[in-house]
């Protein structure tokens, strides 16, 4: 039987809301027959209709959408086999550039001048009687700065930190909430206003005001009633503002203070003020994946440190908050402190730099429960002063962005499988509206390096759409004339660091521009996202090509050495000008690595003069490498694991001296006994590059090595996230705070880039790696050692799951595989045989 497993608009299955003007349809279809494709569909929305035989983001085409509106949405199927299956949904238009009849309001006797600190929270109060029976009301909702939005004493929506992070000079999200059934007769509507990212304390050197000068509100409640009146009532100067709240103070980086005995019914109001915001964003729909709570933990263990304190470890490093039952006395006051790691019993705060990660709160009478909604914290331990261990039930709540997951993986080694944990951990801590860098020190930037070289592990555990398509947009936005792209996403001020605050070409980090997108497409076969994006990659390569050229002359012209790189960031043993000094090797690479996919991207495009052009600068650039940074017998002068894997990886070499330099690189490291010794852009292909070119034991022994520096020694000495660097904590125990390496003590235990491995455990243990975009075309060619006996990966493919499992008992090897509708896949065993599939499950074997 043929049926519609999965049908969304805008990547989401339900409640879109949108200011798209032509939405887009995608679905999945299964059976339970062999060889099913689809042969046909036909979508409607409202009175609109079209044929396709595509199932990935079909456009909706018609006539323009009316604002504040509901559209059914209704797909019909029919495979090659004759079956036919329907499925509905509907989605609901935005404003749709409507204009706001709210105004944007702050308070006017508020005036923030002070430095490094974040502003006081605004809470504004607005109270509304309703006289008729309400049949639907909607609230439109944003601000500069983050808000929380109560009605009538409950929370409005469930999302954090809204309106979350964008370009706030460019494009700015609102909010739509249902508060149909939340509305009564009389109604008190609070809205709590904290600095956030446009006017609170951000970056390390703690700079305020990065965007405005103080918080702002806009909200507008469109009430429909039974009789079909609208009544529209939005922020002015009737609404009241108060520094007087609950919220005492709010910021991402120092934490939150509520004091639950404040009574807004007798604190100090006055009317709110109307505030001429300087920016001129665009207002648009939530478009991104907004945080939301997740997963719950509750403490594995709580002990009292030799200070006197009690510390509660949730077993697990994540980005979140606690939350709090307690028994508590009027003015009580509990201080809860995070940390990743313990050090002598203690939490060890030092590698939070001047970030507090406190949570503070002032207790009234009685029974009461409480949970920070106005910032997050980077943490596995907390400790709590203030109150006695059995008035306080503790547990805590993750936080991050609404991606779904999208893949697993699992083997017979429990050690990789912790690896498999702690890149995903280390992934949702830091997809927190924007990809940052890490969840607990003073910094949580878009760096744009990290999600660069992750974006391809993370397609295959997560589907990534709306949150990088948001992102995406921010990447456009702040891409300078000269084709540069700040290191930082969002661009924020960091004063004296040029290389941050000036968008500029720097390799493997400007490049996200070009390699997230390309993951994408490949996962989710997204061809509009390249096509959005493809103006971006072209500037962007041609401010490469510029910095590579200025001043040389022939091949010269091709080795790019000016203006800044990070070069091999973070590599083991070394410090942060030697990691920057390797920067002519990894740009050069990667210019011919990105301009390699650019041209395949052109292609696909249509874009035949660009795709000659693209593929002429790759080729000549990889040439350069070869005759200029590697020796005749391929090796290089100084050498270092990342200078052999990039040109592995990037397909950079001739046969002859791909085998050269596969033997060099497995020479250097069977002589560092196994241990990895690349930065940021050579870990995520290493054993790609040694795998893949004949050294499948050394690839192996690599992956299994539990001795630091090495991703299983994380796991072993009891890590739950990846690691900044190699070397976090020493094997003597103590922690390499980077004191006196040039970085200002930067270290972190959740940053999820060394976490890139995962690619190789999805495309080569368990096999899966897509031939097409969206994965209309697989291969499944399991790759086995490293004394795995059976591993397992799942995928889900625009098209649907595939899913490779297999095992290894009595001199047998046995392959089981899942393959979608709509797919074709070319499945490949250990020892050679190749055989090509439709959908359908399947169970090969061979002897071993």
């Known amino acids: 039987m043929l049926k519609i497993s999965r049908l969304t608009v805008e990547h989401l299955s339900q409640g879109c809301v949108t200011d798209e003007e032509q939405p887009r349809v995608s679905f999945q279809i299964e059976s339970d027959r062999q060889n099913v494709s689809l042969k046909k569909a036909k979508i409607w929305v409202g009175d609109w209709s079209t044929e396709t035989e595509s199932q990935i983001l079909v456009p909706y085409t018609g006539k323009k959408l009316d604002p504040f509106t509901e559209y059914p949405v209704v797909v019909k199927v029919m495979d090659d086999k004759g079956e036919a299956a329907e499925a509905a949904t509907s989605f609901e238009t935005g404003r749709m550039g409507t204009f706001w009849k709210a105004e944007w309001i702050t308070d006017g006797e508020y005036h923030f001048t002070e430095k490094k600190i974040s502003p006081k929270t605004m809470t504004f109060r607005k109270k509304i009687a309703c006289s008729k029976k309400v049949t639907k009301a909607r609230m439109y909702v944003t601000a500069l700065g983050i808000y929380e939005m109560t009605l009538n004493g409950e929370k409005v929506g469930d999302i954090y930190f809204a309106p979350g992070f964008t370009s706030y000079r460019n494009q700015l999200q609102y909010q739509t909430y249902d508060v149909t059934a939340q509305l009564q007769q009389e109604n008190e509507l609070i809205a709590v206003v904290g600095g956030g990212w446009a006017v609170g304390s951000f970056t390390y050197k703690r700079v305020n005001r990065n965007y405005v000068d103080r918080q702002a509100l806009l909200c507008e409640l469109r009430i429909t009633y039974e009789d079909g009146t609208e009544e529209i009532i939005g922020t002015d100067e009737s609404w009241e503002v108060t520094l007087d709240g609950a919220v005492r103070e709010t910021e991402f980086y120092n934490g939150e203070v509520f004091d639950a005995t404040v009574d807004l019914e007798q604190i100090s109001w006055h009317k709110a003020a109307k505030e001429q915001v300087k920016l001129q964003p665009e207002i648009l729909a939530q478009y991104g994946a907004p945080v939301k709570a997740h997963e719950v933990f509750h403490p594995v263990s709580v002990t009292k440190a030799p200070s006197g304190v009690l510390i509660y470890?949730?077993?697990?490093?994540?980005?979140?908050?606690?939350?709090?039952?307690?028994?508590?006395?009027?003015?009580?006051?509990?201080?809860?402190?995070?940390?990743?790691?313990?050090?002598?019993?203690?939490?060890?705060?030092?590698?939070?730099?001047?970030?507090?990660?406190?949570?503070?709160?002032?207790?009234?009478?009685?029974?009461?429960?409480?949970?920070?909604?106005?910032?997050?914290?980077?943490?596995?331990?907390?400790?709590?002063?203030?109150?006695?261990?059995?008035?306080?039930?503790?547990?805590?709540?993750?936080?991050?962005?609404?991606?779904?997951?999208?893949?697993?993986?699992?083997?017979?080694?429990?050690?990789?499988?912790?690896?498999?944990?702690?890149?995903?951990?280390?992934?949702?801590?830091?997809?927190?509206?924007?990809?940052?860098?890490?969840?607990?020190?003073?910094?949580?930037?878009?760096?744009?390096?990290?999600?660069?070289?992750?974006?391809?592990?993370?397609?295959?555990?997560?589907?990534?759409?709306?949150?990088?398509?948001?992102?995406?947009?921010?990447?456009?936005?702040?891409?300078?004339?000269?084709?540069?792209?700040?290191?930082?996403?969002?661009?924020?001020?960091?004063?004296?660091?040029?290389?941050?605050?000036?968008?500029?070409?720097?390799?493997?980090?400007?490049?996200?521009?070009?390699?997230?997108?390309?993951?994408?497409?490949?996962?989710?076969?997204?061809?509009?996202?390249?096509?959005?994006?493809?103006?971006?990659?072209?500037?962007?390569?041609?401010?490469?090509?510029?910095?590579?050229?200025?001043?040389?002359?022939?091949?010269?012209?091709?080795?790019?050495?000016?203006?800044?790189?990070?070069?091999?960031?973070?590599?083991?043993?070394?410090?942060?000008?030697?990691?920057?000094?390797?920067?002519?090797?990894?740009?050069?690479?990667?210019?011919?690595?990105?301009?390699?996919?650019?041209?395949?991207?052109?292609?696909?495009?249509?874009?035949?003069?660009?795709?000659?052009?693209?593929?002429?600068?790759?080729?000549?650039?990889?040439?350069?490498?070869?005759?200029?940074?590697?020796?005749?017998?391929?090796?290089?002068?100084?050498?270092?694991?990342?200078?052999?894997?990039?040109?592995?990886?990037?397909?950079?070499?001739?046969?002859?001296?791909?085998?050269?330099?596969?033997?060099?690189?497995?020479?250097?490291?069977?002589?560092?006994?196994?241990?990895?010794?690349?930065?940021?852009?050579?870990?995520?292909?290493?054993?790609?590059?040694?795998?893949?070119?004949?050294?499948?034991?050394?690839?192996?022994?690599?992956?299994?090595?539990?001795?630091?520096?090495?991703?299983?020694?994380?796991?072993?000495?009891?890590?739950?996230?990846?690691?900044?660097?190699?070397?976090?904590?020493?094997?003597?125990?103590t922690c390499n705070t980077g004191d006196d390496d040039g970085t200002g003590g930067m270290v972190s235990f959740n940053h999820f880039s060394y976490g890139a491995v995962g690619d190789f455990l999805y495309r080569r243990i368990a096999g899966i790696e897509m031939l097409s975009g969206g994965g209309k075309k697989v291969r499944i060619a399991p790759m086995v050692g490293g004394g795995l006996t059976q591993a397992r990966g799942v995928v889900n493919t625009a098209y649907g799951k595939v899913t490779s499992e297999w095992w290894i008992s009595d001199g047998k090897f046995t392959l089981h595989v899942d393959i979608p509708c709509s797919t074709t896949a070319i499945v490949k065993l250990p020892g050679g045989e190749e055989k090509k599939f439709g959908s359908g499950s399947y169970t090969l074997e061979e002897k071993l």
């Open 313 to 733: 470890d949730f077993g697990q490093n994540f980005a979140g908050v606690v939350s709090a039952k307690i028994k508590g006395k009027k003015g009580q006051k509990i201080t809860f402190r995070h940390a990743e790691i313990l050090m002598d019993g203690e939490l060890f705060t030092k590698p939070l730099r001047s970030a507090k990660q406190e949570a503070v709160y002032i207790c009234r009478d009685g029974e009461q429960t409480w949970s920070p909604r106005m910032t997050y914290m980077g943490f596995r331990y907390v400790s709590m002063e203030g109150a006695a261990e059995e008035d306080v039930e503790l547990s805590a709540i993750a936080l991050y962005s609404d991606v779904e997951d999208n893949g697993e993986f699992s083997c017979t080694n429990e050690l990789v499988n912790k690896l498999q944990s702690s890149i995903r951990w280390g992934a949702k801590s830091n997809f927190v509206d924007i990809p940052t860098d890490c969840p607990q020190r003073d910094e949580r930037m878009g760096w744009t390096g990290d999600i660069a070289l992750f974006s391809p592990t993370a397609a295959y555990n997560f589907d990534m759409s709306r949150f990088l398509e948001k992102w995406f947009k921010d990447v456009r936005s702040e891409q300078n004339k000269g084709g540069g792209i700040p290191v930082t996403v969002p661009l924020v001020v960091v004063p004296g660091q040029w290389e941050i605050m000036i968008p500029m070409a720097v390799d493997h980090w400007g490049d996200v521009c070009i390699l997230a997108p390309w993951a994408e497409y490949k996962m989710r076969g997204d061809l509009g996202l390249l096509k959005t994006m493809y103006p971006t990659m072209k500037r962007y390569m041609k401010a490469c090509k510029f910095w590579a050229s200025l001043g040389s002359v022939g091949k010269h012209k091709y080795i790019w050495k000016l203006l800044h790189h990070y070069g091999d960031w973070c590599a083991p043993g070394i410090g942060m000008w030697a990691w920057m000094g390797r920067g002519k090797w990894t740009a050069t690479a990667c210019m011919s690595h990105s301009s390699k996919i650019l041209s395949q991207i052109a292609e696909l495009l249509g874009e035949k003069e660009d795709a000659v052009y693209y593929r002429n600068l790759s080729e000549k650039t990889a040439e350069a490498y070869r005759d200029l940074l590697m020796e005749k017998d391929c090796t290089v002068k100084k050498e270092f694991q990342t200078a052999y894997v990039l040109p592995l990886y990037y397909g950079m070499l001739s046969k002859e001296d791909k085998k050269k330099t596969a033997a060099h690189l497995a020479r250097i490291v069977r002589e560092n006994d196994y241990h990895i010794a690349t930065g940021f852009p050579g870990t995520p292909y290493i054993l790609f590059a040694l795998a893949d070119n004949g050294y499948e034991e050394d690839a192996f022994k690599m992956l299994m090595t539990d001795t630091c520096p090495s991703w299983l020694y994380e796991m072993k000495v009891g890590g739950t996230t990846i690691w900044e660097r190699w070397d976090a904590l020493r094997e003597d125990g």
